[in-house]
């Protein structure tokens, strides 16, 4: 009987997925799509629990000597900042290029229907699988509409703990992200 890995516990159990490569298979199976997102979301999931470990971290190093000067918290802060926005970055790009991946394809078939025009069975068959595209264009839209709640959320519980945090000017793509998530 094979061993079973123990479940992955601590700062670990929620650190994000490596980078996986999204295939148009991905894209189409919206099992698979909600379960790489459901990967993905736990980093927001988990957001007060990562920035308490990461809090702690940053106070023993500090208490070791071997961290750089300046604020714990801000750098906890910033520290949490920044995996955050690299992950959604990296959600923002798969569920833009699933979008695309629905639309290009729905598009095909509806070009393929005009040209099966004598073939009634052609038709309906065509038709079907244009009527499966919009329900998986219809899921992969609304996970952008649950992503931009997903990250309110998870910029509201940065904010209660990180106040006074503002993303360094000289980051150009979190300042985008934070004035975007700032709009009225």
Known sequence: MPLKQPPTLGSLAVQAPSLVHVSPSTCHNLTLFKDLLKEYRRLDDTITMRLNRTNAQFRDRDRAGTSSKGNIQDQACAYVWKELVENWKRRAEMMNYCVNIVDQSMEEKRKSLTSEEGDARAQRK?????????????????????????????IDAFQSRCQYFSPPLTDAEARKWWDALHMP
Not at 140 to 153: D, F, P, S, T
């Open 126 to 154: 065509t038709q079907a699988a244009i009527f499966a595209d919009e329900v998986k264009r219809n899921q992969v839209h609304n996970e952008l509409a649950i992503e931009k709640i997903v990250r309110q959320r998870s």
